[in-house]
């Protein structure tokens, strides 16, 4: 048994263990294990510092889950957008490929409850329906893989997958989506980064949400995944009480960067129930946007999106930077709260309308904008 299996057979995760160690009340914690088993592996758990900590948040069973009336159980769609079991299929080019349903550790806002922690294992048999899927769809260039965590398979199990998927021609891009890095970095060894290396192209998008993750033994993991070829991406939710200050996260994005790990995707918390008590406004992502934007690298600002639900996607959100738009300029703000005058091209190619040599961007005062607005304003009237 490796030792990252061993950490798993460690974990917290009955009634008994929470009662002890987070002082649960009992039947508190008997109704939140009907609701969504909790697994707290001993690494992941040596991270809390203090109880209600940003850690404890994202691991330890609370009571809010049971108070939560609104949220859905599949706020995604993914379940009427499967053809076939285990497979997702919202995009045109690219698919979900769930490959099992366990994780190293159970986050508190998981958006795929319903499924996670089933104790029965996926077989490679009840998988080739999914795999026949993909075949027969040619338009499929993009797989990825999730779960669960699909690096709680075994490396021989994972390997099968990985090969039966690199076999098919049309399939350019496989994506593992996994946690463990952040979570149980003890599963990445130099025997997975050889098996992971023999089917390039795979990209890693692995999953941070707090600086405290971001560790020496975290560091290592992903620094072995960037060595064996894999690019990684980070996904984050953006979750009260976690990561819901600027600060923070600009903290977070610099670390990620810092040990090679792309910030790719901020999240608005998903619909999901039991989640209702990590959910912020949408203004206050649009705050931490705009804290980043200018005043970080660009490497550092992930997309920040909303998976709207059912199933319409990753919309895009971004803080209001064009204040007004015409035929003739746009009125843009930039991160100063400077604003400034972007002219259009003429469309006439008669010399009296051609573009001059002048800039085509004019710095305005608040003044002139005020004056600009107000003018745009009464001619639209």
Same mark, same amino acid.
């Given at each position: ?85 285990? &497979? !997702? ?5 690219? +698919?979900?490929? =769930? *490959?099992?349903?366990? /994780? ?109 993750? &971001? !560790? ?5 993991? +992903?620094?072995? =995944? *960037?060595?064996?070829? /894999? ?109 400034? &005058? ?40």
């Amino acid at each position: 048994m490796e030792l990252w299996q061993q950490m798993i057979r460690d974990s917290v995760h009955s009634v008994d263990q929470l009662v002890e160690k987070f002082n649960l009340d009992r039947s508190v914690a008997e109704n939140l294990d009907q609701f969504f088993q909790a697994r707290i592996n001993p690494y992941y758990l040596s991270l809390i510092r203090y109880p209600g900590d940003p850690i404890w948040k994202q691991c330890v069973p609370d009571k809010l889950e049971l108070e939560d009336i609104d949220g859905f159980e599949d706020p995604l769609a993914e379940d009427q957008m499967s053809p076939v079991p285990n &497979i !997702t299929h919202r995009y045109p080019d690219r +698919c979900l490929f =769930l *490959v099992t349903s366990q /994780c190293g550790m159970y986050c508190r806002f998981c958006t795929r409850k319903r499924k996670v922690g089933d104790s029965e294992k996926i077989s490679m048999k009840q998988l080739e329906s999914a795999f026949q899927y993909i075949e027969q769809h040619t338009e499929i260039r993009d797989v990825i893989l999730s779960g669960g965590d699909p690096l709680m398979l075994t490396d021989y199990l994972l390997e099968r997958i990985l090969k039966r998927l690199r076999a098919i021609t049309h399939v350019e891009i496989i994506r593992i989506g996994t946690k463990m890095p952040c979570v149980l970095p003890h599963r990445i060894t130099p025997k997975l980064c050889d098996t992971i290396k023999k089917y390039h192209p795979i990209y890693i998008n692995t999953h941070f949400n707090h600086p405290w993750e &971001i !560790t020496e033994e975290s560091m290592r993991a +992903c620094g072995m =995944l *960037v060595d064996a070829g /894999c690019p990684v991406n980070n996904q984050s939710v953006l979750m009260k009480g976690v990561n819901d200050d600027p600060a923070v996260m600009k903290e977070l994005l610099h670390k990620l960067l810092k040990m090679r790990v792309r910030p790719y995707y901020l999240f608005m918390a998903d619909e999901t129930k039991g989640a209702g008590h990590f959910r912020t406004s949408l203004e206050k992502g649009l705050e931490i946007l705009d804290n980043l934007r200018g005043h970080t690298s660009g490497l550092a600002i992930p997309h920040f999106v909303i998976d709207v639900p059912g199933g319409g996607g990753k919309i895009p959100m971004l803080p209001k930077y064009i204040l007004h738009r015409d035929e003739s300029k746009i009125i843009l703000r930039n991160y100063k709260n400077e604003h400034f &005058i972007f002219h259009e091209p003429h469309l006439s190619e008669t010399n009296e309308n051609k573009k001059s040599n002048q800039p085509s961007i004019t710095k305005l005062n608040n003044m002139e904008v005020k004056m600009n607005l107000e003018e745009i304003i009464l001619d639209n009237n």
